[in-house]
């Protein structure tokens, strides 16, 4: 994704920092503190929209299905594997 202009701080937010950083604060002071950066963080999410929601959605379904898939087939071989080293040395059960 590209950024945007207006993710990069500006010269105000960084000074701002500073000197909140700069500043000893009470423990209320700095809950008070991360609060509202907090909130202001919050500002800045962007929620998807239906379609790329639907989208991202499927995407995770089908890796999922396809992780199922390479575990079962991986754990079908090692059983089939086990049971011709430890069982009746058939290959086929």
Do not use: C, H
């Amino acid at each position: 994704m590209a950024r945007k202009i207006a993710d990069e701080p500006s010269e105000d937010v960084v000074a701002n920092a500073r000197k909140d950083s700069a500043v000893k604060r009470s423990p209320f002071g700095r809950f008070t503190l991360f609060i509202r950066q907090v909130v202001n963080e919050l500002k800045k999410v962007v929620t998807p929209t239906r379609k790329e929601l639907v989208s991202y959605t499927l995407v995770v379904l089908v890796f999922v299905v396809i992780m199922m898939a390479l575990v079962g087939g991986l754990d079908w071989v090692f059983s089939l594997a086990v049971n011709y080293i430890f069982g009746d040395g058939d290959l086929i059960t």
